[in-house]
């Protein structure tokens, strides 16, 4: 009976992981916009008032692109990456300390918008 | 069973991860605060102009002290009219660039900038000595260079944040080597450099760190009070000496400036507003924190002694630099609340999070606030050349307030503080007859008075005697970076000052631009001097009055056109309303929904507001004046009018028809400049057409 608790307790765990991990995946791409919309609004509110022709809009500009790539590539090593990490260390304490930074720089970068 | 261990096994897990979580979300934000900091310093630093009134007396200070000149003369009654509001230390760092280098804010605004850094590391080393805690000492670091009141402050060439660094040195060195000799000389030294950089902090940091060495050995506490108060007061004596005087009469005499109560309500409401997590932060460690967190006998006495430094902001001409050291208190307060919350996971995870949206909060404060306002100041970059252009070919001393540093920048000595002058006047300190002698026989090639948007501080910078003097004998040729040149009049009176109508014109003025007036689109702006509410505003000719009952600050007159015999005209006075709370300055006579009802030339309609158009923005004093055709059957175009105000199109055709060019009615100067706003001065056409 304790064996089939562990093992009930093991798939949920499981179940969990994966869920965790699809809804990080999920939450990062969206996180992708939130941070440039942040840092244009940062990048704003230092430079951005000489109109649309202005350096100011060029320097915009490099901004979003050098933070979409950026971000686009990190991105993906979170997926690829933390899906290897928490396969391999599925079940231990590490890989849900993984899971709560991750959560934890998500959550920031949203409420972080907030103010910003 | 299996389930209790499964839950103590989860919450083994969720404790320190949500710790963990909390940990990351506080120090991404306070990374992009530390960012936000340097950036602006950045900025700041390398802004060739001044950038603050206090800028430049120091800046002059250093180059009298360069040239062998004593700053703190005992009395005023030649010029330069010029005060030495603190005491020399900070001037003294200046001089060998000013004697290398000449005159610049640069290498003030570098050592302010460094101070500030030196600052926040002082306070992370306070924490860290009795915590041991690194994250809680980096968070009292980066918490300190958060707050907006430091970003603002710390990259100006004042003596603050000089006096700052010392003052947390000292803390920092005492916290360390309480009960050493070497300690207790450092600490000292370190204390009234301070004291010796800025009066003002003679207050928290010796009293906290009596209270603390108290806490530890009594006799270490008395002999650093006696060598404390022993120094300083040997310091003052000598220096007084020395100045004849002058040194008690500028560092005490002339900085006990009114106290205004409104003031400091204002101050408090925006900290709150700013702060609040710090200062519940900081009000429950007063009562939490003598029983439970160790450095209580260091940290409550600095938070109380800078929470009563803060309260002198109530005085006038102060600013947010009363603010620092309670920002300092605050900030170790909350790393000493982080650091006592190191083994309850829950606890520190909550207080982490609130420390977030703490920080949250400060960033938006510091981009609506010091980094807008930075970004203001550069903006006019070529107008601020301009306006250092006219000073270097200004032949004669010139008179400035905000950017007297102007004169600095080319070497030239300060002729005046206002500011500190007028106080002095209005406290019967200081007779300023032959400034007012010089003034009316226009001795001054050029005047320049800042006149910020948001409030009339001119009216504390320059008594109303001089005003007077000015606006009769001086008359406004330029705005440039919200700036108003005057320069000499030609003939006595040939300008409006002293007119109700202008030569030859139809109509009479509707009311004073003793700061010129803005053309927009042929609407005039006029700017009068004065606080709200106070300017009159009058009818420029016999008209029949009408006032919507959606104007608040708003009224239009009809008459018979006298430029175009048998038609009808309107005159339109807008804005006269307070911008915040739609308070109206049009008088009662004419109440909302009037409608029809006759007025004389020269009746009163109201006073000059602040309204800023219908968003009811708010922006300098003003009056909003505009002629407008009626239509086919005499009434107010209303659509039209609204459409005006709001600065949406008119219909194609209708631009330059509508609204009339007022100069042939009122016989005053016109721009050619068409579709962009101009800057105009008051002043009348010399032959109205």
């Known amino acids: 009976m304790e064996e089939n608790g562990l093992r009930s307790s093991r798939i949920w765990s499981g179940v969990l992981a994966f869920v965790l991990w699809a809804g990080t995946a999920a939450l990062g791409f969206v996180a992708i916009s939130t941070v440039l919309d942040t840092a244009l609004r940062v990048y704003a509110a230092f430079w951005g008032d000489y109109g649309f022709y202005g350096s100011d809009y060029r320097g915009a500009l490099a901004l979003r692109n050098f933070i979409v790539f950026s971000l686009a590539g990190l991105w993906l090593a979170m997926v690829v990456g933390g899906g290897e990490y928490h396969y391999k260390k599925f079940g231990q304490p590490k890989s849900w300390r993984l899971f709560a930074r991750t959560i934890a720089v998500e959550v920031s970068i949203f409420v972080l918008a907030l103010f910003i | 069973m299996i389930m209790n261990r499964q839950m103590k096994k989860w919450g083994a897990i969720v404790g320190p991860s949500l710790e963990d979580g909390a940990k990351i979300m506080l120090l991404m934000f306070l990374s992009l605060a530390v960012v936000i900091f340097l950036a602006h310093a950045l900025m700041a630093i390398f802004h060739h102009y001044p950038l603050d009134y206090g800028e430049a007396p120091l800046v002059d200070q250093a180059m009298r002290l360069a040239a062998g000149q004593n700053i703190y003369r005992p009395d005023l009654s030649s010029p330069p009219y010029t005060i030495s509001n603190y005491p020399p230390l900070y001037v003294l760092s200046l001089v060998p660039f000013v004697g290398l280098f000449g005159p610049s804010f640069l290498a003030g605004r570098v050592i302010s900038a460094l101070c500030g850094l030196a600052s926040a590391a002082f306070l992370a080393l306070i924490v860290r000595t009795y915590s041991q805690d690194r994250m809680a000492a980096a968070v009292t670091a980066t918490l300190f260079l958060a707050i907006p009141y430091v970003v603002g402050w710390s990259p100006l060439a004042r003596v603050d944040m000089l006096a700052l660094a010392f003052s947390t040195a000292g803390l920092y060195v005492l916290a360390r080597w309480p009960t050493t000799r070497r300690g207790l000389l450092i600490a000292v030294s370190l204390l009234v450099a301070a004291i010796y950089t800025r009066q003002s902090y003679g207050l928290a940091a010796p009293l906290a760190v009596f209270v603390w060495l108290w806490t530890h050995d009594r006799q270490q506490a008395l002999r650093l009070a006696a060598i404390v108060g022993g120094t300083g007061l040997g310091l003052f004596l000598i220096l007084n000496a020395l100045t004849r005087g002058g040194f008690f009469f500028n560092v005490?005499?002339?900085?006990?400036?009114?106290?205004?109560?409104?003031?400091?309500?204002?101050?408090?409401?925006?900290?709150?507003?700013?702060?609040?997590?710090?200062?519940?932060?900081?009000?429950?460690?007063?009562?939490?924190?003598?029983?439970?967190?160790?450095?209580?006998?260091?940290?409550?006495?600095?938070?109380?002694?800078?929470?009563?430094?803060?309260?002198?902001?109530?005085?006038?001409?102060?600013?947010?630099?009363?603010?620092?050291?309670?920002?300092?208190?605050?900030?170790?307060?909350?790393?000493?609340?982080?650091?006592?919350?190191?083994?309850?996971?829950?606890?520190?995870?909550?207080?982490?999070?609130?420390?977030?949206?703490?920080?949250?909060?400060?960033?938006?404060?510091?981009?609506?606030?010091?980094?807008?306002?930075?970004?203001?100041?550069?903006?006019?970059?070529?107008?601020?050349?301009?306006?250092?252009?006219?000073?270097?070919?200004?032949?004669?001393?010139?008179?400035?307030?905000?950017?007297?540093?102007?004169?600095?920048?080319?070497?030239?000595?300060?002729?005046?503080?206002?500011?500190?002058?007028?106080?002095?006047?209005?406290?019967?300190?200081?007779?300023?007859?032959?400034?007012?002698?010089?003034?009316?026989?226009?001795?001054?090639?050029?005047?320049?008075?800042?006149?910020?948007?948001?409030?009339?501080?001119?009216?504390?910078?320059?008594?109303?005697?001089?005003?007077?003097?000015?606006?009769?004998?001086?008359?406004?040729?330029?705005?440039?970076?919200?700036?108003?040149?005057?320069?000499?009049?030609?003939?006595?009176?040939?300008?409006?000052?002293?007119?109700?109508?202008?030569?030859?014109?139809?109509?009479?003025?509707?009311?004073?631009?003793?700061?010129?007036?803005?053309?927009?689109?042929?609407?005039?702006?006029?700017?009068?001097?004065?606080?709200?509410?106070?300017?009159?505003?009058?009818?420029?000719?016999?008209?029949?009055?009408?006032?919507?009952?959606?104007?608040?600050?708003?009224?239009?007159?009809?008459?018979?056109?006298?430029?175009?015999?048998?038609?009808?005209?309107?005159?339109?006075?807008?804005?006269?309303?307070?911008?915040?709370?739609?308070?109206?300055?049009?008088?009662?006579?004419?109440?909302?929904?009037?409608?029809?009802?006759?007025?004389?030339?020269?009746?009163?309609?109201?006073?000059?507001?602040?309204?800023?158009?219908?968003?009811?923005?708010?922006?300098?004093?003003?009056?909003?004046?505009?002629?407008?055709?009626?239509?086919?059957?005499?009434?107010?175009?209303?659509?039209?009018?609204?459409?005006?105000?709001?600065?949406?199109?008119?219909?194609?055709?209708?631009?330059?028809?509508?609204?009339?060019?007022?100069?042939?009615?009122?016989?005053?100067?016109?721009?050619?400049?068409?579709?962009?706003?101009?800057?105009?001065?008051?002043?009348?056409?010399?032959?109205?057409?």
């Not at chain 2, 019967?428 to 005047?447: A, H, K, Y």
């Not at chain 2, 606006?471 to 300008?495: C, D, W």
């Not at chain 2, 048998?566 to 008088?587: C, L, P, T």
Request: proline share 8%.
């Open chain 2, 252 to 689: 005490v005499t002339a900085n006990v400036n009114e106290f205004d109560i409104e003031r400091l309500e204002r101050h408090w409401r925006d900290l709150r507003k700013a702060i609040p997590i710090l200062l519940i932060f900081g009000g429950a460690f007063l009562f939490l924190a003598p029983r439970r967190v160790k450095s209580w006998s260091l940290l409550i006495p600095y938070l109380i002694g800078a929470t009563l430094s803060a309260l002198t902001i109530g005085k006038i001409g102060s600013n947010v630099n009363y603010l620092l050291e309670l920002c300092a208190a605050l900030s170790l307060v909350a790393g000493a609340l982080v650091a006592w919350s190191r083994q309850r996971h829950w606890l520190r995870a909550v207080l982490l999070i609130l420390l977030a949206l703490q920080v949250g909060q400060l960033m938006q404060a510091t981009l609506k606030g010091p980094v807008e306002g930075l970004k203001w100041r550069l903006k006019p970059a070529g107008a601020l050349k301009d306006l250092d252009r006219l000073v270097e070919t200004a032949d004669g001393p010139v008179l400035a307030d905000e950017f007297a540093g102007m004169l600095t920048l080319q070497n030239r000595p300060l002729y005046i503080q206002p500011f500190e002058v007028t106080q002095l006047a209005n406290a019967g300190l200081w007779d300023q007859d032959d400034l007012l002698t010089s003034i009316r026989n226009r001795e001054f090639p050029l005047i320049l008075i800042h006149h910020f948007m948001d409030w009339p501080v001119y009216k504390e910078r320059w008594t109303p005697e001089m005003l007077s003097a000015i606006k009769h004998n001086y008359e406004p040729i330029r705005f440039l970076a919200e700036t108003v040149v005057f320069q000499p009049r030609g003939v006595e009176g040939s300008g409006p000052t002293d007119l109700e109508a202008c030569p030859g014109a139809p109509w009479r003025l509707p009311t004073r631009g003793d700061f010129g007036m803005w053309w927009i689109s042929k609407r005039l702006i006029f700017m009068g001097e004065g606080y709200e509410n106070t300017v009159p505003v009058y009818a420029v000719a016999d008209g029949l009055l009408k006032r919507r009952s959606d104007w608040d600050g708003n009224v239009a007159i009809q008459h018979d056109d006298p430029l175009r015999p048998g038609e009808k005209v309107w005159s339109f006075y807008g804005d006269m309303a307070n911008g915040q709370d739609d308070e109206s300055h049009v008088v009662p006579d004419f109440p909302p929904g009037s409608e029809g009802v006759p007025v004389r030339r020269g009746q009163l309609l109201g006073y000059q507001g602040r309204r800023l158009g219908v968003d009811g923005g708010r922006i300098w004093l003003h009056l909003h004046f505009a002629v407008v055709p009626a239509l086919e059957n005499g009434s107010f175009p209303d659509e039209m009018m609204e459409r005006v105000i709001k600065g949406e199109p008119l219909p194609k055709g209708m631009a330059l028809e509508f609204p009339l060019d007022p100069s042939p009615y009122l016989g005053t100067v016109r721009s050619q400049v068409m579709g962009i706003p101009t800057w105009l001065p008051w002043r009348c056409q010399e032959n109205v057409p």
